[in-house]
């Protein structure tokens, strides 16, 4: 059984910096999509970064660009999602989700953060920025 382990929330104030941590296990394959994700209270579930593990291609959604940074550790099955400058409207529970299938197409992986097709979700970790 795959599961997915979040860590790394908390509260944080806006201009601040947090990593995330998401942990797999049970997955037996060696390649996979991996995704973070962030629902906010009221709002729509949003996709923000999407890896391939078999090369560590990444893919960000536009609202995250250049403030968030997706890394992996292979060794221990662990992804970061590194978020700096933070602003109050970054305020949501974030969960990584997996998907075992992969493409050597970067539409496949914005498509995932779109449509949030995964098929395997963690509990998430919630962020709070204060202002």
């Known amino acids: 059984e795959v599961q997915l382990v979040e860590s790394g929330g908390g509260v944080v104030q806006a201009g601040g910096s947090l990593r995330l941590s998401c942990t797999i296990s049970?997955?037996?394959?060696?390649?996979?999509?991996i995704a973070w994700f962030r629902q906010a209270l009221g709002k729509q579930r949003e996709g923000l970064a999407c890896m391939r593990k078999k090369d560590g291609s990444t893919y960000y959604s536009d609202s995250v660009t250049g403030r968030f940074t997706m890394s992996i550790n292979d060794a221990k099955n662990t992804v970061f999602l590194e978020m700096i400058s933070l602003k109050p409207e970054d305020t949501a529970v974030y969960s990584c989700a997996l998907h075992p299938e992969t493409y050597n197409s970067g539409s496949f992986y914005r498509g995932l953060l779109l449509y949030g097709r995964m098929e395997n979700w963690g509990k998430g970790t919630l962020v709070t920025v204060s202002s």
């Open positions: 049970g997955f037996g394959g060696d390649d996979f999509a």
